[in-house]
């Protein structure tokens, strides 16, 4: 790999180092819910993702991106090569490969399904987008829905034969759904009416399989206005009349146009133009957000690897070309009779690579961790040990969803800038993954929601219990670093790091319980940015860890990831006291600039 | 403008800000260069850059983003709207507005005529390019040409009835201007033979005019290797043959399918396919360099004017956005039956305004006092005025080009954000200047090249003179604040920073002069953003202490100056002892780094 001359998307070496060095996925084994697996079966999958990967969605990339399907008379069709590619990716088995073997799942651990479900996103996002949207709401039936909805709807997504999809966001709520007001209607039969408008559905309309499950908020006749009236539906394009699919009158009403994941719809729907749009409702009424917040995390985990999964594809992409183009001299040396060097012999663009491992690596980390403590919030073997993971999967939701997004973008920029003029033409790639890219930091909850969540709700809830419980986490890993020769100062700087984030975190919490809650949240934004410079120090100092453990036999690998710690410790963390500073003062020009004052 | 419902694109209050108050131009109208003028001639060209930007230039900017020209048997033609506008945008006489009189221009100061073309950039960057790329290149012949040259090319340049371009990169060189392989073999005409292939040409071919002059860099046969035997030739795409326009053996080769900027092709350009190309010298022999060095500071200081037009254009799209658009309530009312309120309500969205005001506010008056010092260089009443600020141009030009193509690209990420979902469609603008935006931090030297530029040769100049200089322009600014009641802690943080910088130079000077160049020039990146850090906080305690002079008749217009000073200095400026310290440290990650340990 070290000298690759094509792009291997994601590193097989750094997944192997995360998964057996890193976390040790091994122990999992060790639960019952794990015990039918080994590395070997960890192994086999992976080596299949990566094939398909490689060999079959990457090629198909580009011709997606160039190709973006179109609206025609209310059907959508997919590209072409979609459809040949489409199978290989449902016979992989990602859609239920973490679900239970009874309901035709694999049980394998998040954080190896994970890292297999990385690679196809690196690939190919869009291509990917299918199957990972058919996911999770296929979860979401399983999880609330009924036995019959179980058996119309999820069995059929699982296989791939249908695909789903998420239709919460309608035009005038945007990030507010407290505002939704798609109407649910009662009807004499098990189904209810449904009639409104919903924009932004990923792949809410197109020709891949033959039916689609959206699953859709709305609220019934006389709920509630607010959060605690909006309920679930799973509301299918076409629905079941005497043993025939028959149109649901769900209707794709525009398309948007978006400017990256291209290969996949985004659509504005409209349900029940018709008075004839079917939905059933999943679990009770009224219960529509709480059942979205239990699925939120799985959704959110997912957005932070796209962005990971796009960051890294680029910068093995910027990598490989530092390598081979050949451009000036080594400073000093003005001799024009000299040959030109590789463009990765020069600091600045180590600088631009180094910074992009730090992202990428450092995210795929943070992605790996926050899957592992999933798995073990499900299946620990003791009560206290699920619990402590739950609320660790809880606070390092957010970070985990916005850091890949926020700081990807700006590695995505590197990987564009280390192509320099090259870079900024549609011919090279590193353009349409930065186009990607950007979606990360909108969807699922945009940055500012992620940090108000962090910092209004997670990393205060269980009575400081989440705190303690990330306390104890980074603990764990300064402790292993202190048992091999990791430099001293980065556990002092981490451990630093970790006190001062407790003070301030209780600081704001106090600030809001004595209600000045405007002043507590004030700066989320900038708390999340020093969350995530943590966290991801955090996984930094267990690679560090790990590879002082390791670095026997594979010194290059191990000093590489030793350079990318020591840049984040260096470069980085240093940052988290600044951002402390604008949380504690509450610093207030943007408080009191008025909307008429710009 | 404080409650526009379009956008403005520039804001006309902050230009009047920045032209009469903050930096008193009308006291340039006391020097011989510019005694014709007034405060009169300048709003007078002002209004009309201001109508043809918004009520011409703009309309037309979306459609020609989106069919860009292609290339067919060798030739491009522009978009139709183009051939309407560009007449009028000629007619405005910017090509040379800035250029004397003999030369059929206004005399006017670079800071006004700036201001005037930055409407007309931010309205239709490719638009724009046509003339900016000729003013650059006509400019050159002016400089260094021969009256014959001059009455061939300059002459039908300045006038908008030829365009002109700049050819420099070559494929296998880049950056490397010292490999370039371009060939000129002198005849016994007054004419060379040019034998070569350029790449990136803007402009380089195109069916808007009859003629386009390339100036180009090529060897005359037998010169030195490097860049001492480079020189520079006026290259013309017909040349003049028995009185009649004929054909040059000038090829357009291949387009490139740029992201931004689609207005204005990019070429792969081939010279002398036939031998019979012809060039004319411009000056002496291998002087190429010099002659691009003495005009270099014009053009990165235009692309720095690019990076703030493209970046205000998006903020204001934004702030209109944000004050229109209607989502979520006040933070803690959880009340549905409250009517959603315009989300510039949101602290969070606030906050990304007003970063955005603090770049491109910022960014404009770094940008006008560029070109207020190089007014001064050229037309100051003593040669010490003039020197002084010939430094002060010298130093401020790699900072005025890169931080607006670096935070500027910031700042339209947040111009998109701010737009959620809709953001991330090409209906809406915010995404294309995103991608206008990229460029700047590629051409007329990348990010890293102005950063070796800045500490490897112009903060070191005249002895310390340069360094010197700038010291002397911060203090008068600090003394105008002390003199009004901007906040004391604002002067202390930026003289107290403008110490930090005064000593780490030194000591990084010398280390250079010790040896240790890639030592010295190991952070230049990081150099380069403290010094932008600090240039940028420099001007927002100028623009704040004219606020206190002023504040009177117009509040709240200065009290929003006042809040994006406090911004800056509060966020941005506690970064620069981060980035100091990594400088002086020389801290060695990326130095360590080799290339296979990635």
């Known amino acids: 790999m070290s000298a690759a001359s094509t792009n291997p998307l994601i590193s097989d070496r750094d997944v192997e180092f995360l998964l057996y060095e890193v976390f040790g996925v091994e122990e999992l084994c060790k639960l019952d819910a794990f015990s039918e697996h080994s590395r070997e079966t960890f192994d086999l999958l992976l080596q299949s993702a990566r094939r398909l990967a490689r060999d079959i969605l990457f090629p198909v990339y580009k011709a997606m991106d160039e190709d973006s399907p179109v609206l025609r008379e209310g059907a959508v069709s997919v590209h ?19 679900r239970p073997e009874e309901v035709g799942g694999q049980s394998l651990p998040l954080c190896v399904a994970g ?33 019959s909805l179980k058996r119309a709807f999820m069995t059929r997504m699982y296989s791939g034969e249908w695909s789903g999809t998420m239709a919460l966001t309608e035009p005038q709520a945007g990030s507010s759904i407290s505002d939704i007001q798609c109407a649910a ?54 629905r ?31 349900y029940g133009e018709s008075e004839d749009c079917h939905g059933w409702l999943i679990g009770e009424p009224n219960q529509g957000i709480s059942y979205m917040f239990q699925m939120m995390n799985e959704a959110r985990l997912m957005v932070g690897l796209h962005g990971v999964a796009t960051a890294s594809a680029a910068y093995h992409e910027a990598l490989v070309y530092a390598r081979t183009r050949l451009q000036g001299r080594p400073i000093g040396n003005k001799n024009p009779h000299d040959p030109q060097i590789p463009i990765i012999e020069h600091a600045d663009v180590r600088r ?23 798995d073990l919030a499900d299946h620990a073997a003791s009560e206290d040990e699920r619990h402590q993971a739950q609320l660790l999967v809880d606070v390092l939701t957010p970070i985990a969803k916005s850091f890949p997004a926020e700081r990807g973008f700006e590695s995505n920029t590197l990987a564009l800038q ?30 500012g929601i992620q940090s108000y969540d962090l910092l209004g709700r997670r990393i205060m809830a269980d009575g400081g219990g989440a705190l303690r419980a990330l306390e104890n986490a980074v603990n764990q890993t300064i402790e292993r670093a202190r048992a091999v020769d990791v430099p001293p100062q980065w556990r002092d700087d981490l451990s630093g790091a970790l006190a001062t984030i407790v003070r301030l975190t209780r600081e704001l919490g106090k600030r809001g319980l004595s209600g000045d809650v405007e002043g507590m949240m004030l700066h989320s934004v900038d708390y999340l940015d020093l969350m995530s410079t943590f966290a991801v120090g955090w996984q930094w100092l267990a690679q560090a860890a790990a590879a002082c453990e390791e670095r026997k036999d594979d010194p290059n690998f191990y000093r590489g990831k030793l350079c990318a710690a020591q840049y984040w410790f260096a470069t980085e963390m240093p940052r988290i006291e600044l951002l402390v500073d604008l949380c504690r003062s509450a610093e207030d020009s943007y408080a009191r600039m008025q909307p008429d004052w710009f």
Not at 80 to 88: A, F, G, N, V
Not at 190 to 216: M, P, Q, R, T
Not at 248 to 258: E, F, M, P, R, T
Not at 352 to 374: D, F
Request: hydrophobic share 45%; with cysteine.
């Open 80 to 98: 072409p090569q979609l459809r040949t590619i489409y199978p290989r990716i449902v016979e992989l088995g990602l859609i239920n490969a973490a």
């Open 418 to 447: 280390i192509h320099g003029g090259y870079g900024y033409s549609s011919e090279y790639l590193p353009e349409a993954w930065l186009r990607d890219q950007k979606l990360n930091s909108i969807h699922e909850g945009t940055t």
């Open 115 to 147: 890292m297999a479900n990385a690679y196809l996103m690196a690939a190919n996002l869009s291509a990917y987008a299918y199957i990972g949207l058919t996911s999770g709401a296929a979860h979401l039936i399983e999880a609330f829905g009924s036995d």
């Open 185 to 238: 209607t009662p009807t004499d039969a098990d189904h209810y009416l449904i009639k409104g408008a919903k924009i932004f559905i990923s792949g809410g309309e197109h020709d891949l399989c033959e039916n689609i499950v959206h699953l859709l908020l709305a609220r019934i006749d006389g709920a509630p206005a607010g959060i605690r009236g909006v309920s679930l539906f799973a509301v299918p394009k076409k």
């Open 352 to 374: 631009m690579l180094l910074r992009q491992k730090a992202i990428v690596e450092g995210g795929l980390a943070l992605l790996g961790a926050s899957a592992l403590y999933a």
């Open 240 to 270: 079941l009349h005497e043993g025939q699919l028959a149109d649901n009158d769900v209707h794709a009403a525009g398309l948007i146009h978006k400017i990256g994941w291209r290969g996949l719809p985004s659509l504005v729907m409209s």
